[in-house]
T-cell receptor
């Protein structure tokens, strides 16, 4: 089974509207972290937001927020007031295990391409 | 700011050639990673290293090797390049003990003819 599932290959949104990108995950580890990255056409991966499994509140970073529903194992990215510069590929990723366990790897989903139109 | 640099943005090689992809980070991170990215498959981990001279296989290590002689530098080696290794290669680094956020380089688009 896939550990990270992004079911939307592509999404379209108009400028200034909000958009939600879906991410579901699968882990039996009680301690984990969830990340969202943005990859513009230039290719570089840009870290957007992080949610730890024990965090009580949903993470927010500017126009980005993470809708974390632990029981449903979902970690959807919400972008408010979309801008043309938000057009990019978005990846959800998961780290399993506690932070103090040393190094850890990330498992990435296949990504969602977001296109923002004027 | 963390800076991860990769030796080339674009590379074209012939089948059977030995290929070196170099990655350097300037933030004294313990961990370094090599991924390949293919359309529809996302990022797949090839190898990673958590210390100098230490390496661990990722999900798709076949056909690749790595070298980490210095903390800041992590090299990916294709001993005998094949056309199915045509891909985008991304290097990343992270620091143990924080959220383990990975910082990525700009990527190398490798074409093997």
């Amino acid at each position: 089974a896939q550990k990270i599932t992004q079911t939307q290959p592509g999404m379209f949104v108009q400028e200034k509207e909000a958009v939600t990108l879906d991410c579901t995950y699968d882990t039996s580890d009680p301690s984990y972290g969830l990340f969202w990255y943005k990859q513009p056409s230039s290719g570089e991966m840009i870290f957007l937001i992080y949610q730890g499994s024990y965090d009580q509140q949903n993470a927010t970073e500017g126009r980005y927020s993470l809708n974390f529903q632990k029981a449903r194992k979902s970690a959807n990215l919400v972008i408010s007031a979309s801008q043309l510069g938000d057009s990019a590929m978005y990846f959800c990723a998961m780290r399993e295990g506690p932070l103090n366990s040393g190094y850890s790897t990330l498992t990435f989903g296949k990504g969602t391409m977001l296109l923002v139109s004027p | 700011d963390v800076k991860v640099t990769q030796s080339s943005r674009y590379l074209v090689k012939r089948t059977g050639e030995k290929v070196f992809l170099e990655c350097v980070q300037d933030m004294d991170h313990e961990n370094m990673f090599w991924y390949r990215q293919d359309p529809g498959l996302g990022l797949r981990l090839i190898y990673f290293s958590y210390d100098v001279k230490m390496k661990e296989k990722g999900d798709i290590p076949e056909g690749y090797s790595v070298s980490r002689e210095k903390k800041e530098r992590f090299s990916l080696i294709l001993e005998s390049a094949s056309t199915n290794q045509t891909s985008m290669y991304l290097c990343a680094s992270s620091q143990t003990g924080k959220i383990n956020e990975q910082f990525f380089g700009p990527g190398t688009r490798l074409t093997v003819l």
